[in-house]
């Protein structure tokens, strides 16, 4: 029996240690104890922070493990790459991993390639604050006064796992993300969700929906663009999710590339449910080097819509969700944090 190694074991990693074991495969799950709720369905599981790559690596190789992957992590996948390229296993490079983790040497990269992107140098107000990185909407605010510019930079290098904080342009416009499966450099474009979300200045999203009412046309410049950009991080193996604005004047500006699953349950669920591509499955096939031919067709709606109280300042302060399939309900959890 082939092995996979899941670095995660939250509510996150959840559909995946369950396709694995629908895929017949032996998962080993690596997270700290305290909310590992993979515990009880993996088949191993190592209480190490997902951050301890040398001390996870030597495990993957103690128990020959034939892949590793992780979903909807921006904090995992710098691991999983590492595991991987150490192990010859199929994944992102570390060094690509890491520039796709740091939104500042993502910011970088994306210029050089001539991808537009919020400015950093120069910026005037209103500015957006936030830590290089977290997800989430954690530490994220939009600032207008040159008076609260202090203390929201003091809260997102607090937040920040680096301690280091990025401040940008703030761009007014349309939010939608993308979801994208490479292997080997390839980029399967799967689908385009458009998104809600809370006022400034957090902007904490409450909504998803698939798949976009953007124009056809406008779509495909949006997943050229994310493959240009995909390109110019390194990102070659495995799952992304990039986030976008559109400004009414149509500037199509990346705010964000992540190595990992959309979260908010748009690639473990949305995706499948408008597309029919399994795409947990296709994640779990490029980590083991298995040939994949995605081939998404649109075969109807879905939407995650969440409940948050009215201050909400970040998504783990959501308390519940409700998920649709053409208006139907599909899954939903109201009132309880834990099964977020």
């Known amino acids: 029996m082939k092995k996979i190694a899941i670095v995660g074991a939250g509510y996150l990693q959840l559909p995946l240690v369950r396709k694995a074991r629908e895929m017949g495969l032996q998962s080993l799950c690596f997270a700290w104890e305290d909310g590992a709720v993979c515990r009880e369905e ?3 599981f190592f209480p190490v922070s997902i951050t301890e790559k040398e001390e996870i690596l030597c495990i993957c190789r103690e128990e020959k493990v034939d892949g590793v992957c992780t979903i909807a992590s921006d904090v995992a996948a710098p691991t999983v790459a590492y595991v991987a390229e150490q192990m010859g296993l199929p994944g992102n490079s570390y060094e690509a991993a890491v520039r796709a983790h740091d939104k500042y ?6 210029v050089a390639a001539g991808v537009d992107c919020p400015k950093t ?5 209103p500015v957006i604050v936030k830590p290089t990185d977290r997800s989430g909407s954690l530490g994220v605010q939009k600032v207008e006064r040159e008076e609260d510019l202090a203390a929201a930079i003091a809260l997102a290098k607090r937040l920040s796992i680096a301690g280091e904080v990025i401040v940008e342009e703030y761009i007014e416009g349309r939010e939608i993300s993308v979801e994208c499966i490479s292997q080997n450099g390839h980029h399967y474009g799967l689908q385009i969700t458009d998104k809600v979300t809370t006022d ?7 909504e998803h929906h698939q798949p976009s009412s953007l124009p056809a046309d406008m779509q495909e410049r949006i997943f050229a663009i994310t493959r ?7 990102l070659t193996n495995g799952a992304s999710h990039s986030e976008y604005k559109i400004t009414k004047d149509g500037r ?4 964000e590339i992540g190595g990992r699953m959309g979260g908010d349950f748009i690639g473990s669920h949305l995706v499948q449910l408008s597309t029919g591509y399994d795409f947990l499955r296709g994640v779990i096939e490029v980590a083991l080097g298995e040939p994949i031919t995605p081939e998404p067709k649109p075969i109807g709606r879905s939407s ?3 409940t948050a109280p009215a201050d909400v300042s970040c998504s783990a302060e959501r308390t ?12 939903q959890s109201v009132g309880s944090r834990t099964d977020l």
């Open 320 to 331: 519940g969700y409700i998920i649709y399939k053409n208006d139907e309900i599909y899954e």
């Open 42 to 44: 993996c088949d191993r």
């Open 304 to 306: 995650v819509v969440y």
């Open 252 to 255: 199509i500006v990346v705010m």
């Open 200 to 206: 400034a200045p957090h902007f904490v999203e409450l």
């Open 121 to 125: 140098d120069g910026a005037s107000l």
């Open 228 to 234: 240009r950009a995909l390109d110019a991080l390194g």
């Open 105 to 110: 040497l993502m910011r970088e990269m994306l």
